[in-house]
């Protein structure tokens, strides 16, 4: 189990040059949205989300995006193509419809 995921984490995370996990900075800190939590109209089709299903972090977006009832319309979203092989490699596929 261990081995497992270590290399799951040593392809998906970000890590440090020790093969530590380092997380990210981000310039954004806010919400999105007003302080009742409604999605605001004027940011309709203004996000787009990519979710691949061996993703960790894309789990959680897409069960968010789920739990928020926060619809396609609000924030379109693109389902990658599960893969092993690419996904090896750092790949990340998009189906021939998108």
């Not at 530590?20 to 009742?36: A, E, H, L």
């Amino acid at each position: 189990y261990k081995l497992l995921w270590q290399r799951l984490m040593a392809e998906l995370a970000p890590q440090s040059k020790d093969g530590q996990y380092v997380r990210p900075t981000y310039k954004f800190q806010g919400w999105i949205g007003g302080d009742g939590g409604e999605f605001p109209d004027q940011d309709l089709g203004r996000y787009h989300v990519y979710l691949g299903n061996p993703c960790p972090w894309c789990h959680r977006v897409k069960l968010v995006l789920g739990v928020k009832g926060i619809t396609s319309d609000q924030v379109s979203v693109t389902q990658l193509v599960d893969d092993p092989t690419k996904a090896s490699r750092g790949g990340w596929i998009l189906s021939d419809s998108d």
